[in-house]
């Protein structure tokens, strides 16, 4: 199946969505095994802010961040293409998909980065 007007199958799309839906239930697992089975079981600032510190979980945190907005971003671009026939409109909701990605990307990155436990 062709989408009507952008010139190509999305098969590489589809198959993303797959491969990323599963990789995400893996590291929802992770996080969830992480957050509630280790340590105090806590899920209080003082019981979280020194594991947001370290760079192992930061790295956790930031593959969980690009993935999701990757698989998130890719859905919606596959929905536009499914229902938005005009070109001109298609342009305009893509361009938006990407900002909206891009800014939440940036929220999220500052926010994981810069995170570190104050005395």
């Excluded at 996080?31 to 899920?43: K, V």
């Amino acid at each position: 199946m062709r989408y009507l007007g952008t010139g190509r199958s999305g098969a590489f799309e589809w198959l993303f969505q797959r491969v990323s839906g599963v990789a995400l239930v893996i590291l929802l697992g992770v996080h969830f095994i992480l957050l509630h089975y280790t340590g105090s079981g806590n899920i209080t600032y003082e019981a979280v802010a020194p594991r947001l510190a370290s760079p192992l979980y930061k790295g956790l945190q930031l593959t969980f961040l690009v993935l999701g907005l990757i698989h998130a971003m890719n859905g919606i671009k596959l929905v536009i293409d499914d229902y938005v026939h005009r070109e001109g409109w298609r342009i305009v909701l893509t361009s938006l998909n990407w900002v909206a990605t891009l800014a939440f990307f940036l929220f999220g990155a500052v926010t994981v980065l810069t995170f570190s436990v104050q005395p």
